[in-house]
């Protein structure tokens, strides 16, 4: 049994999620202009997803945020595909199976969406997200989808839901 929960986010949560976004992203070199961290949706998670077919969960932890993620429409893309978005945790959230559990809980509110495909996009270096993403059924693209802004980002991976 692990000993963190995955949960909707609340508004209370929105200056927790925004400070993991803006401690882990820079940690991968993420932190410059096309990198979601300067998205606007960060700074208030909870408004964000709280539009159609969108959900963001956090993991928390003894009371405390340590992770989040979400999947919304792919901005620009196909109505049957959605985003993984802003699945980031701090280092006490990695390697006790929070990855994986936000994943499952992220692809089970797709498919409730009744999204077809789910696309992700992110960078070189990220080596321990992209293993998670190819063993939880993610293909690589070679190039991006949709008009996501995010520029940087240099590997695009997508999934059948």
Excluded: W
């Amino acid at each position: 049994m692990p000993d963190f929960t995955i949960r909707p986010v609340e508004p209370r949560d929105n200056a927790a999620v925004a400070a993991i976004i803006r401690t882990v992203m820079p940690e991968f070199g993420a932190d410059g202009p096309g990198f979601a961290i300067h998205d606007a949706e960060v700074d208030d998670m909870h408004a964000s997803y709280a539009r159609p077919r969108s959900a963001y969960f956090v993991v928390e932890r003894d009371g405390v945020v340590i992770g989040g993620g979400g999947i919304a429409p792919l901005d620009g893309g196909h109505a049957d595909i959605c985003e993984l978005r802003k699945m980031y945790f701090l280092p006490e959230a990695r390697g006790i199976g929070a990855g994986a559990n936000m994943m499952h809980r992220c692809l089970d509110a797709a498919r409730g969406f009744d999204f077809k495909r789910c696309y992700i996009e992110t960078l070189t270096g990220m080596d321990a997200a992209q293993s998670l993403y190819r063993k939880h059924g993610f293909e690589p693209l070679r190039e991006p989808l949709g008009g996501t802004g995010h520029f940087s980002c240099d590997c695009f991976y997508i999934r059948d839901l």
